[in-house]
């Protein structure tokens, strides 16, 4: 398709809206891990994260750009547990 070799095809990847988040989604490590603890509070103090919110497979962080969404991320500090030995 001549729209994708020259660019000009769009995607959902290519669309962003007034006030759009960001979202980065710490994982577990292995299957069935849960999150043991996380700190909430310093993800949410990085400069630009908006919400940070457990999921049933993980803890989402919202920002105003992906880098703060990403770092974080990195922030949470995760220490997951596997449940089959806990």
Not at 41 to 57: D, F, I, M, Y
């Amino acid at each position: 398709m001549k729209v994708k070799s020259t660019g000009k095809a769009l995607f959902g990847i290519d669309t962003f809206v007034p006030g759009m988040l960001y979202a980065s989604v710490a994982r577990p490590p292995m299957y069935g891990a849960e999150p043991a603890s996380f700190d909430k509070e310093t993800a949410g103090n990085v400069n630009g994260v908006r919400a940070v919110t457990p999921l049933p497979h993980g803890i989402a962080v919202c920002a105003d750009t992906l880098d703060a969404a990403w770092k974080g991320r990195s922030a949470l500090n995760v220490k997951w547990r596997n449940p089959r030995t806990a």
